[in-house]
């Protein structure tokens, strides 16, 4: 049965995107020696991965988080231990199979230099033998959900393209046969910051449709923050020290290391996972008519919008309605209470 | 500074930004670069000068039997062409060998030969030609002994720049190329030998270079070619043949990079050319 899930993308693939969602990845005491090294580069690593959840390894370089996302696509051949996905053991699979089911970006993004952007993404429908029409009309699919016009941009070659549109390419080649499991490494390491910012938001927002399992690893804490589901902080030989949602993590570190990690203004960017409904609203003073929030939006936009403006208070409006209103004192509030809570 | 002036520029770099809105910028519409260029008509034009010229010259002087029976259009004619057949199989010959030797070195599991085949390919081109054909020569001629003497002297060109065109490729691609689900075989072939091309190919033209250099000296081993001319000349000590087949060698070879140049452009991949 799960052989039938794993195999889905490469007999039946979709015609939306999204079509296959992810599936469950365990690690069971993973380990990677190298040869002539007395320390294993990842240490009986044990990790059970959600379905559709984005999982983001954090630490510091060396610490083996790259080694062990490799690992699941068999990159890298484990010394030791059992990697599922669906509940089947991958060691079952020769790798080409394996890496077929499998999405795979690069920070060094890897397109091919003299292939077409169409070829570029095709790739991997192509080797599991989809038909031309079919992977022609998925190329133009792909290319659209990550924001390129297929008729501008389908014929050109890699090297005509910036890096951030180079990685969106590398992100639709990766989701062209419509894997389940989708494996990032510092995927926008290499952009520069403003392009690195909106491609991390057009990809949360893309991954809410699609809901892979994607095992994304970044040293950058704040990334990790932006884009993870959940949050593996490791350390040297890839031993996890925390794993949970961004926001208990940054709530309760587990550790110096931890906290070390998450670094300066733990308590600010707590503020991002606080929405404005979730505070008890002031009535609406009306002060301030022009500056408003959503109660969708974040706590940090709401603060940043009133230390912005120098108000203290900001009118919450929704769909045109005044909702009442929320002041610095009631946010400050917030963060305090939480913070005595931990301690 | 009134506002004006600082106004204006500010809407001109606001109109040009933008074009590609929302896609990270910096994009360049495809470009063709065609494989024949007019600068490649440049050489052929120099290389026909210069053989009039010669034509001038030769038929200017007066020459004796011996000269004009040496310098006689039809045999010249068919000592190019032999010239030519020569230098294309030496140089054939060592691509085919030489790649394949040069794959064979860069692959993980066969790495451990690449000291021994390094060192042979040096071998063959460190021995100096000459010696190597008197020694064959002693029991071997002909268009085969040359052959096979001149293809080990031009190898090292041709496995070098295939160690090293194979070894240029971006690890990144590679990585990508592999972690996709494609097989060895597939990364070679597709991936890698296309982005080698353009360095292959400068070996390969430099070994027909050599070649086509060498194969005067073949005339020793009855091997035929211009080479028969060019000694028969400096033998009988006939200064204006021994110029003229000399120039006409020169000619051939420089022509024959040329050709190989625009080659090895049109089997370069698009993308990368």
């Known amino acids: ?343 | 500074m009134t506002a004006e002036t600082t106004e204006r520029p500010r809407a001109e770099v606001e109109e040009e930004v933008d074009v590609y809105e929302g896609t990270g910028g910096g994009a360049r519409p495809a470009a063709r670069t065609p494989v024949i260029t007019r600068r490649d008509a440049v050489l052929p034009v120099l290389l026909v000068l210069v053989l009039v010229a010669l034509y001038f010259y030769v038929q200017s002087r007066t020459l004796d039997d011996l000269t004009s029976n040496i310098l006689d259009t039809g045999t010249i004619v068919s000592a190019t062409v032999e010239h030519v057949y020569i230098s294309f199989t030496i140089a054939v010959l060592v691509v085919l060998i030489a790649v394949p030797l040069g794959v064979l070195v860069t692959r993980p599991r066969t790495r451990w030969a690449a000291p021994v085949v390094l060192a042979l390919a040096n071998f063959g081109q460190a021995a100096p030609s000459l010696g190597l054909l008197a020694l064959v020569g002693i029991y071997y001629t002909g268009f085969w002994a040359v052959v096979f003497i001149l293809t080990a002297y031009s190898m090292l060109a041709v496995l070098r720049n295939t160690i090293a065109g194979l070894q240029q490729v971006n690890p990144g691609v590679l990585d990508a190329a592999k972690g996709m689900g494609m097989s060895p075989a597939a990364v070679l072939l597709r991936v890698e030998l296309p982005l080698a091309v353009p360095i292959i190919g400068a070996g390969a033209r430099t070994a027909l270079i050599l070649a086509v250099a060498t194969v005067p000296l073949g005339a020793f081993l009855n091997a035929g070619g211009l080479g028969q001319q060019l000694i028969a000349s400096i033998k009988t000590d006939r200064a204006v043949a021994t110029l003229a087949i000399a120039v006409i060698i020169a000619c051939l070879a420089l022509f024959l990079d040329w050709l190989a140049g625009i080659l090895q452009r049109w089997a370069t991949p698009r993308g990368v050319r």
């Open chain 1, 1 to 343: 049965m799960s052989e039938q899930t794993l195999d889905k993308p490469a007999t039946e693939g979709g015609t939306s995107p999204g079509s296959t969602h992810g599936v469950p990845i365990s690690l069971k005491k993973l380990t990677k020696r190298y040869p002539g090294t007395d320390k294993a580069a990842v240490d009986a690593v044990d990790m059970e991965i959600p379905a559709g959840e984005i999982v983001v390894f954090v630490g510091p370089s060396g610490c083996g988080k790259t080694t062990t996302m490799r690992m699941i696509n068999r990159m890298i051949a484990p010394s030791d231990g059992v990697i599922e996905i669906d509940g089947e053991d991958v060691a079952s699979l020769n790798d080409t199979t394996l890496r077929r089911r499998i999405g795979y970006v690069i920070q060094q993004i890897g397109l091919i230099p003299h292939l077409t952007i169409a070829s570029n993404v095709a790739m991997v429908p192509k080797l599991l033998g989809w038909d031309k029409k079919r992977i022609a009309a998925r190329v133009d699919e792909m290319l659209t959900v990550v924001g390129l016009d297929p008729e501008q941009y389908r014929d050109r070659y890699p090297r005509q393209l910036s890096g951030g549109q180079q990685q969106r390419v590398g992100v639709a080649r990766a989701l062209a046969a419509d894997p389940p499991i989708m494996l990032m490494d510092e995927p926008f390491g290499a952009v520069d910051p403003i392009t690195r910012g909106r491609l991390q938001e057009e990809f949360r927002n893309l991954q809410q449709t699609l809901k892979k399992t994607i095992v994304f690893v970044t040293h950058d804490f704040d990334e990790a923050l932006r884009l993870g589901d959940r949050i593996a902080v490791l350390r040297e030989g890839s031993q996890i020290v925390q794993y949970d949602t961004p926001e208990n993590i940054l709530a309760a570190p587990a550790d110096d290391f931890v906290s070390g990690f998450i670094g300066e203004g733990a308590a600010l960017k707590r503020l991002y996972f606080e929405p404005v409904s979730s505070l008890q609203l002031e009535p609406d003073t009306g002060s301030e008519a022009d500056l408003s929030v959503s109660p969708s939006d974040n706590l940090h936009q709401a603060l940043d919008l009133m230390v912005g403006k120098g108000v203290s208070s900001v009118a919450v409006v929704e769909a045109g309605q005044s909702r009442g209103s929320i002041s610095v004192q009631s946010i400050l509030a917030r963060v305090g209470r939480s913070d005595g809570a931990r301690s």
